[in-house]
């Protein structure tokens, strides 16, 4: 037997005069295996580097297990590639991605100048999730715009 559910989301948002609000402009995600991540730090630099900031490395490789904390960070380049691609906006390069964590331990992307160039305020949520065998990765692309009257 197989039970359906059907989820319906009701959002109301109340804005007074003045206020902002936010435009999703695109939504990627992405799914690896984490076996594919069972890098070397010597013998896998030139990849590791094209890919992963230094920062990401330090984070990645102060695990006694690395792979899954690079593939999720892999799976998150690939969701804001793909939410800027959905966007039609300018794809920037996996190493100009970087994913970085908060004191609370929560992923986010820095902003590290590669979005000023596209002339709005945007934001990038992601979210990251991995277990043995497969990290995932969602990512949103948002602009700031004033709210119309």
Do not use: W
């Amino acid at each position: 037997m197989t039970i359906e559910y059907l989820h319906t989301i009701i959002c109301v948002t109340i804005r007074k005069p003045g206020d902002h609000y936010m435009s999703i402009l695109g939504i990627g995600c992405d799914v690896e295996e984490v076996d594919r991540f069972n890098l070397d730090k010597d013998a896998d630099k030139t990849f590791l580097n094209r890919i992963f900031t230094p920062l990401e490395q330090a984070y990645c490789f102060s695990f006694s297990s690395p792979a899954p904390h690079l593939a999720g960070r892999f799976c998150a380049k690939e969701a804001v590639i793909k939410a800027f691609s959905q966007a039609s906006m300018k794809i920037p390069e996996y190493h100009h991605i970087e994913i970085l964590n908060g004191p609370s331990g929560v992923p986010f992307v820095s902003d590290s100048g590669i979005f000023e160039d596209m002339g709005k305020t945007i934001n990038i949520h992601i979210s990251i999730s991995h277990c043995a065998s497969y990290a995932m990765a969602v990512a949103t692309v948002s602009s700031r715009d004033e709210a119309k009257k």
